[in-house]
């Protein structure tokens, strides 16, 4: 369990403070040097980070 909460930490942190990061790594190579990530995208990945990290207060709070 403490892995997993480590995991929806690491995930966490990079989609809410770098959603460019994860855009790059995901669909840079294809969609080719001079693109842009979409500004939903970028939002909707904030957003999943942000759940992944209240997923985690839930499971540190309720016990590892």
Sequence with gaps: MF???LILIA???VNVLAPQ???RIRYGKPAG???EPHPSFLTLSRLAGM???AGA???L???L
């Design 61 to 63: 709070t309720n016990g």
């Design 11 to 13: 995930i966490g942190a």
């Design 3 to 5: 892995l997993f909460f």
């Design 57 to 59: 207060t839930l499971i």
């Design 21 to 23: 990061f994860v855009w």
């Design 33 to 35: 040097e001079h693109s």
């Design 51 to 53: 759940m992944a990290l």
